[in-house]
């Protein structure tokens, strides 16, 4: 079955540096990549999406420049968050849909960040 | 504009009880319907998804849901609950784009506890 391979699962940062997360769909093209965020006992809020080869489309309140996603190929979407502070620490999940509705959509296992 | 509303925030039951996870949707055409499980710290897991056709849908585990239109609802259930489904339930809204899948909308989760 389709499969989306998130990394890292955990990761521990100082306060002030970066943090990449990748998720790369192993056994098909995705179109489209989902990125979101999970509070403690809290349901998703998704930040955005992003379609492969363009610029992503950020949800409201979600600042761009610190949260910075990529999509440049159809098996690779990134997340980078820039600068981090202790309130960005989170659970991220990323989730990818393909040509093809029927598909439904494909879940990455998360990355828990921590920033200290 | 889209919702989705899991009126129960946690439920408790004991094992070998039956189970229903009630879930409401808001969405101007046929709904693409989904119910997540999510473990602590994991990411998610995709129970059953409903699309078209027949109305009553089986999934992983054991567990069915019954899409309603008349309703606006897709309930799911399990006739008899084990102590390994203790963990988070998630509906959520698929929203059509023609030839694949846009954003997600998710209800805020169903926390089941399962008493031995």
């Known amino acids: 079955g389709a499969v989306v391979s998130q990394h890292p699962s955990r990761v521990i940062c100082k306060s002030g540096t970066s943090v990449k997360i990748e998720c790369r769909s192993l056994?098909?093209?995705?179109?489209?990549m989902f990125w979101y965020r999970q509070f403690p006992k809290k349901s998703l809020m998704l930040m955005a999406t992003?379609?492969?080869?363009?610029?992503?489309?950020?949800e409201q309140g979600v600042e761009k420049d610190k949260f910075l996603i990529n999509h440049a190929s159809l098996t690779l979407s990134t997340l980078t968050v820039t600068s981090a502070h202790p309130e960005d620490s989170s659970f991220y999940i990323c989730?990818?849909?393909?040509?093809?509705?029927?598909?439904?959509?494909?879940f990455g296992s998360g990355t828990r960040l921590t920033v200290v | 504009a889209q919702s989705v509303t899991q009126p129960d925030i946690h439920i408790t039951v004991s094992e070998g009880a039956s189970l229903e996870l009630r879930c409401n949707y808001s969405y101007g055409a046929t709904p693409y319907l989904f119910w997540y499980v999510q473990s602590p710290g994991q990411g998610l897991q995709l129970l059953l998804k409903y699309f078209s056709g027949d109305t009553l849908v089986q999934g992983i585990k054991g567990f069915e849901a019954e899409f309603k239109r008349s309703q606006s609802s897709f309930n799911l259930r399990k006739p008899s609950v084990h102590w390994s489904d203790a963990a988070e339930y998630f509906c959520a809204v698929g929203v059509d784009r023609g030839s694949t899948l846009g954003r997600l909308y998710f209800g805020r989760g169903t926390q089941l506890t399962v008493w031995p």
């Open positions: 056994d098909f093209q995705a179109t489209t």
């Open positions: 992003s379609n492969e080869g363009s610029k992503a489309t950020y």
């Open positions: 989730s990818a849909s393909r040509q093809g509705a029927g598909y439904g959509y494909t």
